[in-house]
């Protein structure tokens, strides 16, 4: 009886840890099954085409360079490998500049005609359509089962999901936007961290320490949005006075958040480095006539080192997967930041911003999946070579 | 008070009227022990009787625990230790001490003896690097080191490891070495090493050993302190408390009656 009672439980424990890891497993496989349609995913708008005339060399166009042409940036064909001619941006809209309203037809029923028409008359027009316009015959090249490119992601300098007619989903302002984010955070609570664990470990006296430790251990606790909320109303004016800035919600503001939230992680992890350091390792260098500080910097710090990296990198992690605070502060211009004065928007919120309004299994969609992933690989990255980092301690 | 008539040679330490007390606990009653230059004291008694209280006290680690507290005073080389115009560090340069487990740091051997010099604030090159070889000789450590020098110090083995903490204490030039059960962490022939070690030391150290080792006491020691319950019960040359104790219960306790 008693033998297979512990078998049972035996079993219980089997399944709940085999159903961790599984579900685990699951979320990360979904993940990446969403994302990697992004490569997938056409160029242009669903639904839409771009046409061009037949004779134009250009059969292929980036959703970089598209956008330029829309933009007006790009306005010849020599720049994107044509010929030399003007590029003539036509819009649905604008065909009414060409035809009146009566040749089109009381319900445009003539439009697809008349487009096809276009096309095939202009050598340097590039014709953006539904796709229920554009008749059987049209005379011209159609791009449209032109996919994302890989470079189009991750070499992309423009997050712009909702730009028409190429949406844009460029990884780096977004990457970069959250790295700066964070090594502004990891610079500012560092020391002072570093600081508050020195202090904590070996020089305060007990009571001061049985205050302090909960206190900051506390700040563990505190939702994000209320610190994002503390941000908003205080750093974010502070930042805007001292800096005369148009706007206080810069990547600075987003910094000093993290910065406060992620101090209780480094100061933990880092006092209990130093806690751990050995008496006897204090008392051999006191006993040499070595002061307190010498004691602290030639001995207490040395021995803590891999406590107080696994300290940092931790910090690191907290700061560059919250969400919520950096949303509130940072002002969410989703541009390459140059200084730290600059509104930058994050990975973690740009995903929890736009999944509301992207249409499931879309380009959007999958490119927010896929921004998912990217910020996954990092944390992945910044958790094993925490392991590491540990593990070093015990082979020394 | 250093002008004392009664002693016209400088002793090395002289401890007079010590009570020491742990928050409530009473952990020595009224030590008084005199040590000439270039002797070694052991101190010897059951567990928890206070000899190593003692021996903290006199290069002040015990400041180290909260909630102590000192009465009397202890002299070294005249000077009151406890006085306030002493800074510990200084103090602690002319006291060394090696622990009951080696301690070394996790440094190179060569960083290990060199520690204390460089918090004492010497820079020359040359000088440290005298120092420390001299010191890793005086320690008999030098053939088994010599050629491994920038390896860490974790590397070597338990007693070499003592040794090299002993080498560490020399390498500051203290006056007096207190050793607190210097060999308990030690297999026999690492600690017949240190006994030989101790013997080489006398001739430019005051030393004081607490031990648990009868063996050991006799054979290192030229007197012995007997401690129990927080008192010093006998205090008189080796040979006399190891063959002809005035008082039983030192005669019990080195017998091995208890303890």
């Known amino acids: ?396 | 008070m250093t002008s004392d008539i009664r002693h016209k040679k400088m002793l090395t330490i002289d401890a007079k009227n010590v009570d020491f007390y742990y928050s409530e606990f009473h952990a020595l009653k009224n030590i008084n022990i005199e040590v000439e230059k270039n002797k070694v004291v052991a101190l010897i008694g059951p567990s928890g009787c206070g000899k190593s209280t003692f021996l903290r006290l006199l290069n002040r680690m015990n400041d180290l625990i909260d909630g102590t507290r000192m009465t009397g005073s202890v002299l070294i080389e005249g000077k009151d230790i406890y006085a306030p115009n002493i800074h510990v560090d200084e103090l602690r340069k002319e006291v060394g001490m090696v622990f009951q487990k080696p301690n070394p740091f996790p440094k190179s051997i060569f960083e290990n003896v060199a520690y204390g010099l460089r918090v004492n604030g010497i820079k020359d090159k040359t000088f440290i690097e005298e120092r420390v070889i001299e010191s890793i000789k005086s320690a008999a450590l030098w053939n088994e080191v010599k050629d491994k020098l920038n390896k860490s110090a974790f590397a070597l083995s338990g007693g070499q490891q003592q040794r090299l903490c002993i080498a560490r204490a020399l390498a500051i030039s203290p006056k007096v070495l207190l050793m607190d059960e210097p060999a308990s962490a030690l297999d026999p022939i690492s600690t017949s090493k240190i006994e030989e070690l101790i013997y080489e030391l006398k001739k430019d150290y005051t030393i004081m050993i607490v031990t648990h080792n009868m063996q050991q006491a006799s054979r290192v020691s030229d007197k012995t302190a007997y401690f129990y319950l927080g008192e010093m019960i006998e205090y008189d040359d080796t040979i006399k408390i190891f063959t002809n104790p005035t008082e039983l219960s030192t005669q019990n306790y080195i017998t091995g009656r208890f303890g």
Not at chain 1, 96 to 122: D, M, Q, V
Not at chain 1, 142 to 160: A, M
Not at chain 1, 212 to 228: F, H, R, T, W
Not at chain 1, 252 to 278: F, K, Q, Y
């Open chain 1, 1 to 396: 009886m008693k033998r297979f009672f512990e078998k049972l439980v035996e079993g219980a424990l089997l399944i709940s840890g085999s159903i961790t890891s599984i579900t685990i497993l699951l979320i990360v496989i979904f993940l990446f099954k969403e994302a990697s349609g992004l490569f997938n995913s056409p160029v242009i708008e669903d639904g839409y085409v771009l046409a061009f005339n037949k004779d134009n060399p250009v059969k292929k166009l980036s959703s970089y360079q598209i956008k330029q042409i829309f933009d007006g940036a790009i306005t010849n064909w020599d720049e994107v490998g044509g010929k030399e001619e003007p590029i003539e941006v036509v819009r649905l809209s604008d065909l009414t500049k060409y035809y009146t309203e009566a040749e089109l037809g009381a319900n445009f029923e003539n439009i697809p005609a008349k487009a096809s028409e276009l096309t095939a008359k202009h050598p340097g027009i590039i014709l953006f359509l539904p796709n229920s316009y554009i008749a059987k015959n049209f005379d011209g090249t159609l791009l449209k089962h032109e996919t994302l490119r890989p470079g189009d992601f991750f070499g992309g300098k423009e997050w712009y999901p909702t730009a028409s007619p190429s949406p844009q989903y460029g990884l780096l302002p977004l990457l970069l936007g959250t790295l700066w984010v964070s090594l502004g955070a990891i610079l500012l609570s560092l020391p002072f961290g570093i600081a508050v664990a020195v202090y904590l470990a070996e020089i305060s006296t007990m009571r001061v320490r049985n205050f302090l430790k909960p206190v900051i251990e506390l700040l563990a606790g505190i939702p994000s949005v209320v610190y994002g909320f503390f941000g908003l109303v205080v750093i974010v004016p502070f930042l805007q006075k001292t800096f005369q800035l148009p706007v206080g919600e810069t990547g600075l503001a987003g910094s000093i958040v993290l910065a406060i939230m992620a101090l209780p992680t480094i100061i933990t992890v880092a006092e209990d480095a130093m806690r751990n350091v050995p008496r006897a390792m204090k008392e051999a260098s006191l006993a040499l006539g070595a002061t307190q500080w010498q004691t602290i910097y030639r001995v207490v710090i040395p021995y803590a080192k891999s406590g107080i990296t696994s300290a940092a990198v931790l910090g690191i992690g907290r700061a560059i997967g919250e969400t919520m605070a950096v949303l509130m502060v940072t002002g969410n211009a989703a541009v390459i930041p140059h200084t730290l004065l600059e509104p930058v928007r994050t990975i973690p919120a740009t995903i929890a911003a736009e999944l509301g309004e992207a249409s499931a299994g879309g380009g959007h969609y999958q490119a927010l999946f896929a921004l998912g992933c990217i910020l996954f690989i990092i944390t992945m990255i910044i958790s094993i070579s925490v392991e590491f980092i540990s593990s070093k301690k015990y082979s020394k």
